[in-house]
C-alpha cells in the first residue's frame, strides 16, 4: 500500500493521531505528497475530511493557496462541499472547516478558479444557503403553535358560550318593577370633596400621633447629620467625576497618534506579506488579490507607506522612495511576476501597478521641486 493510499485511509477513517505517527515514524514530508488533479493533502481533507483531521494537518502543511487543475483552492473545495451538504452538516462545515482555511490564508477569497468563482463568491452562496433555512425554520416554528392555539381559542369560546346559555335559562330571573324607588340622598361634588378632604387630616393626625418619640427624634437627627454632610459629599463627587476624566484622558489616545499606529501597522503587514512572496513565487498563479498591495486606496498610499518618518525630506525617507519606484516600475514588476501572473488578472494587475508608480514619481518630483 502507498503512503496516498494510506493517507487517504486515515483522512477516510478520521483517524488524526494514526496519520500524525505515521508522517513521523515514517518521515513522510505532505508538502510533497501530490494526489489526482493536481492537488495536495489540504485539498482532500477540505473535501472529505474531519475538523480534528484537518487541525492535524494544518500543523503538517502550510499549502493552502496551492490551485489544483480546476485551479480551486482548499477553501473552494470545503465551500462546496458545504454547499452539498444537509444544513445542520454545512453549518458545522462553515465554522471548523472553512473557517480555518479562511484564517491560514484570507486572500483566498478573491482567487478564482476556472469557472470564474472566487472564495468569497461562495461563501455567500453558504451563507445565503444556511440563513434562509433558519428563517424557515423560525417560521415553521411560529406558524405551528398559532393555528393550534386558534382552534383552541375557538373551541373555548364556544364553551364558554353554551355554559352560559344554560346558566341563563335554569336561573329565574329578577323583575323590580315600577314600585321601587330610589330614597337614598345623592352627595353633591362639594360635599364629596370635603369628605375627603376630612378623612386625609384624619389620617395625617393619626399617622402623628402613632409616631413615638424616639422615632422623631431620631428622625430629626437624620436631618441635621444629612445638612452637614450635604456639601462634602457633592465635593466628593466632583473629585470622583474629575479624576475619571484624568484617567480617561490617559487611556485614549489622540485620533491623530491611532491614526499613524495604524497606518504603521498596515505598512509593517505589507512589507511583511512582499517580502514572503518573493520568497514562496514557486508554482504559484497571482491574480489581482494575491499581490500585497500598499493599499487600495490611492489617496492613503504616502500616509501608510511613509508613516514612520518624521522628516519626509531626509535621507531615509529619500531612500525609502526610491527603492518603492524601482519596486512598482512596471517594466521592473513585468519582468519579475510576468510568468506568475493569471492571464484573466493581467490587465487590472498592471493597471494598479501603473497608478501606484505614477504616485510614487509624482512624489518624487514634488520633492524635487522643493529643492530648487
Known amino acids: 500500500m502507498g503512503v496516498r493510499t494510506k493517507l487517504k485511509s486515515f483522512i477516510k477513517d478520521d483517524r488524526p493521531v494514526t496519520l500524525q505517527n505515521y508522517v513521523s515514524s515514517h518521515d513522510v514530508k505532505l508538502t510533497k505528497v501530490k494526489f489526482s488533479r493536481q492537488r495536495n493533502i489540504v485539498h482532500y481533507c477540505s473535501e472529505k475530511g474531519s475538523p480534528e483531521m484537518l487541525r492535524v494537518i494544518l500543523k503538517l502543511c502550510h499549502k493552502v493557496n496551492i490551485q489544483d487543475k480546476d485551479g480551486n483552492l482548499p477553501l473552494h473545495l470545503a465551500l462546496y462541499r458545504g454547499l452539498q451538504e444537509d444544513v445542520l452538516v454545512a453549518r458545522e462545515t462553515l465554522l471548523d472547516i472553512v ?12 482567487v478564482e478558479n476556472k469557472y470564474g468563482e472566487t472564495g468569497y463568491d461562495l461563501l455567500q452562496k453558504l451563507k445565503k444557503k444556511i440563513k434562509s433555512a433558519d428563517a424557515q425554520t423560525k417560521k415553521t416554528v411560529n406558524e405551528t403553535p398559532d393555528s393550534e392555539d386558534g382552534e383552541d381559542e375557538k373551541w373555548r369560546k364556544k364553551l364558554a358560550e353554551e355554559a352560559e346559555f344554560e346558566y341563563e335559562e335554569q336561573l329565574p330571573r329578577y323583575d323590580c318593577g315600577e314600585e321601587y324607588e330610589d330614597t337614598s340622598t345623592k352627595e353633591t361634588f362639594d360635599q364629596f370633596t370635603e369628605r375627603i378632604r376630612n378623612e386625609h387630616a384624619a389620617k395625617a393626625t393619626r399617622d402623628r400621633q402613632h409616631i413615638f418619640w424616639r422615632d422623631r427624634k431620631r428622625k430629626l437627627e437624620s436631618d441635621d447629620s444629612s445638612e452637614k454632610t450635604k456639601k462634602p459629599h457633592k465635593e466628593s463627587e466632583d473629585e470622583k467625576l474629575k479624576a475619571a476624566r484624568e484617567q480617561m484622558k490617559k487611556n485614549f489616545k489622540p485620533g491623530v497618534e491611532v491614526k499613524l499606529n495604524r497606518y ?9 506579506k512582499f517580502s514572503y512572496l518573493l520568497g514562496h513565487l514557486a508554482g504559484k498563479t497571482l491574480t489581482f488579490g494575491c499581490i500585497p498591495w500598499p493599499c ?3 489617496t492613503l498610499l504616502g500616509d501608510i507607506l511613509f508613516s514612520d518618518f518624521e522628516d519626509k525630506q531626509g535621507p531615509d525617507y529619500r531612500k525609502y522612495l526610491r527603492s518603492q519606484q524601482v519596486r ?5 514588476f513585468t519582468q519579475k511576476f510576468k510568468d506568475y501572473m493569471h492571464p484573466d488578472h493581467v490587465t487590472k494587475i498592471m493597471g494598479k501597478v501603473k497608478a501606484i508608480s505614477q504616485f510614487l514619481n509624482k512624489l518624487s518630483s514634488d520633492l524635487h521641486d522643493k529643492e530648487t
Open 296 to 298: 487600495l486606496d490611492l
Open 264 to 272: 504603521k501597522s498596515q505598512k509593517e503587514n505589507y512589507e511583511r
Open 99 to 110: 473557517t480555518p482555511l479562511l484564517q491560514a490564508y484570507s486572500l483566498g477569497q478573491d
Open 328 to 332: 512598482w516600475h512596471p517594466d521592473k
